[in-house]
Nanobody
Framework: QVQLVESGGGLVQAGGSLRLSCATSGTISSRNTMGWHRQAPGKQRLLVASITTDGLINYASSVRDRFTISRDNAKNMVYLQMNSLKPEDTAVYYC?????????WGQGTQVTVSS
């Protein structure tokens, strides 16, 4: 089993920054994909960014050039640096790990961007 705990969410004004962290525990594969998704009220959960063990990164077009994903393989942690935040970035942000054909999710952390 894999457990994930997000932290770092909160309320920020438009143009501000936040850094999300995700701590993992349990059986973590040496090869996996870690990422961040977000879900706004009444909308689907969508990919924000992902990063493989080898460092291959993928961003949603809406956050490219504003958000940066990174990971610490030694600590099995993944981070999301969010800059130039916009009100449309408001959502619950979920950390996930994909390994051995299964997806594991955290409980989510709320990010609210005020205009």
């Amino acid at each position: 089993q894999v457990q994930l705990v997000e932290s770092g969410g909160g309320l920020v004004q438009a143009g501000g920054s936040l850094r999300l962290s995700c701590a993992t525990s349990g059986t973590i594969s040496s090869r996996n994909t870690m990422g961040w998704h977000r879900q706004a009220p009444g909308k689907q959960r969508l990919l924000v960014a992902s990063i493989t063990t080898d460092g291959l990164i993928n961003y949603a077009s809406s956050v490219r050039d504003r958000f940066t994903i990174s990971r610490d393989n030694a600590k099995n942690m993944v981070y999301l640096q969010m800059n130039s935040l916009k009100p449309e970035d408001t959502a619950v942000y979920y950390c996930n790990v994909f390994q051995y054909g299964a997806n594991y999710w955290g409980q989510g952390t709320q990010v609210t961007v005020s205009s």
